[in-house]
Nanobody, 129 residues
Framework: VQLQASGGGLVQSGDSLRLSCVAS????????IGWFRQVPGKEREGISC????????SYVDSVKGRFTTARDNAKSTAYLQMTSLKPEDTATYYC???????????????????????WGQGTQVTVSS
């Protein structure tokens, strides 16, 4: 049972990147997915969460309109498409999953790292100005 995040890299301001999060060992369709980021010395920040069906998605204000979260349960993969990247987006990005409770609203859970029990290893995104 694991998550494998990938797709990070060094890009310039305004560029795009797509992060992937591949799940193995369990049926991803029954799990909510969260994308988080963390810079040294700061708390891990929930930036986007998506329900198991993909029909409910939340974004933190700082990425709204620039980042898009999606999932393909048939491929056991979640994606974070990041566009118009800024230097302040520089961070280590993580994906995480949690069994989706009834009545799940992503925005209510996305800021709570403790809700998510399985985490990927993180992928570094560095945006130069």
């Amino acid at each position: 049972v694991q998550l494998q995040a990938s797709g990070g890299g060094l890009v310039q301001s305004g560029d795009s990147l797509r992060l992937s999060c591949v799940a193995s060992g369990f049926n991803l369709a029954f799990y909510a997915i969260g994308w988080f980021r963390q810079v040294p010395g700061k708390e891990r920040e929930g930036i986007s969460c998506i329900s198991g069906s993909g029909s409910n998605i939340s974004y933190v204000d700082s990425v709204k309109g620039r980042f898009t979260t999606a999932r393909d349960n048939a491929k056991s993969t979640a994606y974070l498409q990041m566009t118009s990247l800024k230097p302040e987006d520089t961070a280590t990005y993580y994906c995480a999953v949690a069994p989706e409770p009834q009545g799940f609203h992503p925005s209510q859970y996305c800021s709570h790292t403790g809700f998510f029990g399985l985490w990927g290893q993180g992928t570094q995104v560095t945006v130069s100005s």
